[in-house]
């Protein structure tokens, strides 16, 4: 073995899948088995105490799950990686293997309509309280957090108002009070945006999106960076005897994997949100050409932001990618290769101009999902944010003129005829309003 | 030699046989437990308890010293360190004068003059790792937690 730092690309096609031990198979074995035998009694009291290494039952863990879990992690350059149901599991599990009833959590305004919801809604029924920050503005995030606060919490890429966040100025500020950075990487992939290398030290990730890439499967994950010092004390439910798992301390026991360790052995089992063994395995598929599909969806987003920005019927464009964007600066230091492919625009005529738009499309796809390698488009006032207050939707960047772009992998002239034709349909609704 | 990679820690394990292992606990929820108890079930070391408060470990018998240790079965190749960091230095004199090839801290067992008497002394020195965990890095059991273990190979793995 060499300590030879290996490429983004190879690490997408080798990190966490080697041939199989057992039989040599090259591609990764998909084990559909709820359960796995023990060699002994021993054996078994061993693995139950988390004494040894090993395969109990699926909820916990799964060999193919486990050759996800770390090639996403080494693609963030995490420590290691949990996989869950679903984006909004991973972050359920991700707050609660460091947060409980009592306990505060600061976040970002410009978040998925999902998220905030869960926050502000199951969250705060659970106790666990949260505080908004509009626009990730790094000194109000400062002066939000509280004794109690247990976490910190943006996404890369804001959904859908496509902020980016300046990761490395707020997990400077939430190092200082002893809390550490969740960053939500579903927009970016690690391939556009490694936040770990910044300073996050949890990602979260639907891998729903991109990183399965083909609409097909649900799937979350969490990396960890292995750096934050859960055993200083700011997080007594990983530094203290827990009752879940009879009286173990994580953090003097598992030292790095602290945090990892309790999300497996409480939180996944607990709250049952395992992924399938097959959509782990498909997502495999998905990691292992991210580094090719990425750059397309990149360079089409970026004809279609361009195209769009020089339309007199749209009023603006928000894409990170456009050289007047405000977020052009942040852009450049967070994202290199591309602000990716997921942004919003604004029709001139509003909601009946917005509703004519969509429904003059052909080739665009009208539903709520993103990162599919076909192209999506989506009104998220009328859908995603829906639940969302009229503050809330103003705080998370969204109007009722608002329209979510998703876009895929076709031929760049093909979605620009499309649009073409969805913008024509909405000139004359906004016309005749006129 | 303070040895920094994961891939010099691996030679380390493999040219290593026996494991001394300080500050072994017979209680099953410490740490030095697990780690006791997980390198003893795999069969890849022949991992002794130092500690002077216990008889035996799992039937494994526990002497008071590294000294009385070296004194029936020689030179220890890795001595183990499951002690406050403050007590580190001790420690690594005790292991230096039992003629132990290298010394491992344990996860928070970081002390500089226990790090550096080790060292000058010649001794393989690793500080802030988990020999459990190290060892699972290539035998395949960290991979079956998720965990990024850096291992990047397209040979089947020697079962």
């Known amino acids: 073995m060499s300590d030879r730092a290996f490429g983004f690309r190879t690490r997408a096609l080798h990190a966490g899948t080697p041939p199989d031990p057992e039989t040599g198979a090259r591609a990764l074995p998909l084990h559909l088995s709820t359960a796995f035998v023990f060699d002994s009694t021993e054996h078994a009291a061993e693995l139950f105490a988390l004494r040894t290494y090993g395969n109990i039952y699926t909820r916990i863990g799964n060999p193919t799950v486990a050759a996800f879990e770390e090639k996403l992690a080494s693609l963030e350059g995490g420590i290691g990686g949990l996989a869950t149901a679903s984006g909004l599991s991973a972050q359920l599990i991700a707050i609660l293997t460091v947060a409980e009833a009592g306990d505060h959590l600061v976040a970002s305004a410009n978040l998925y309509g999902g998220t905030i919801t869960q926050f502000s809604v199951t969250l705060r029924r659970m106790g666990i309280e949260t505080t908004f920050v509009p626009g990730g503005d790094v000194e109000a995030i400062r002066a939000a957090i509280r004794p109690n606060t247990r976490a910190v919490f943006t996404e890369t890429i804001g959904n859908p108002n496509g902020g980016v966040a300046d990761i490395a100025a707020i997990a400077e500020v939430a190092h200082a009070a002893g809390v550490p950075l969740i960053v939500d990487n579903t927009f970016a992939t690690p391939y556009l945006c490694r936040p770990i290398e910044h300073g996050a030290d949890v990602v979260i990730h639907s891998a729903t999106k991109f990183i399965g890439g083909h609409g097909t499967v649900l799937g979350g994950a969490i990396v960890e960076s292995g750096r934050f010092p859960w055993g200083a004390g700011r997080h007594p439910l ?38 399938s063994p097959m959509n782990a395995w498909l997502l495999v598929q998905g990691l292992e050409t991210l580094a090719l ?142 | 030699m303070i040895l920094e990679t994961a891939a010099e820690r691996r030679e380390l394990m493999d040219r290593s046989r026996t494991v001394a292992m300080v500050g072994a606990s017979p209680n099953p929820t410490r740490p030095s437990y697990f780690v006791f108890s997980y390198l003893r079930t795999r069969g890849k070391f022949e991992v002794t308890p130092i500690n002077p408060a216990t008889a035996e470990i799992d039937g494994v018998k526990s002497y008071p010293s590294l000294a009385a240790y070296a004194a029936e079965n020689g030179p220890p190749d890795i001595v183990d360190v499951f002690r406050k960091a403050d007590d580190a230095p001790q420690v690594a004199r005790e292991a230096i004068a039992a003629g132990a090839k290298a010394i491992w801290f344990q996860y928070g067992v970081i002390n500089d003059e226990a790090i550096r008497l080790a060292d000058e002394a010649g001794l393989a020195v690793v500080v802030d790792r988990c020999i459990k965990v190290e060892s699972a890095r290539f035998d395949g059991g960290l991979s079956l937690s998720g965990m990024n273990t850096g291992v990047l190979t397209a040979r089947r793995r020697v079962r």
């Open chain 1, 293 to 434: 599909r990425m750059p397309a969806h990149v360079a089409n987003a970026q004809k279609v932001a361009e195209f769009l920005r020089s339309r007199d019927e749209v009023a603006w464009v928000s894409y990170a990618g456009l050289p007047d964007s405000e977020e052009r600066e942040r852009a450049a230091r967070y994202l290199p290769l591309g602000a990716g492919a997921v942004f919003t625009f604004g029709l001139r005529g509003g909601r009946d101009a917005g509703r004519a738009f969509i429904e003059a499309l052909q080739l665009w796809s009208h539903l709520a999902n993103v990162g599919d390698a076909k192209s999506l488009v989506i009104h998220p006032a009328s859908t995603t944010h829906q639940q969302l207050s009229d503050e809330e939707l103003v705080a998370a960047g969204i109007g009722a003129d608002t329209v979510r772009l998703s876009v895929g992998l076709e031929d760049a002239d093909d979605l620009l005829w499309d649009l073409e034709r969805g913008l024509a349909a909405a000139a004359k609704v906004a016309a005749v309003r006129a």
């Open chain 1, 238 to 275: 990983l530094s203290t005897p827990s009752p879940g798992y009879h009286g173990m301390n994580f953090a003097e026991t598992f030292g790095e994997y602290a945090f990892l360790m309790r999300a497996r052995a409480e939180l996944l089992r607990d709250v049952g949100a395992a992924i």
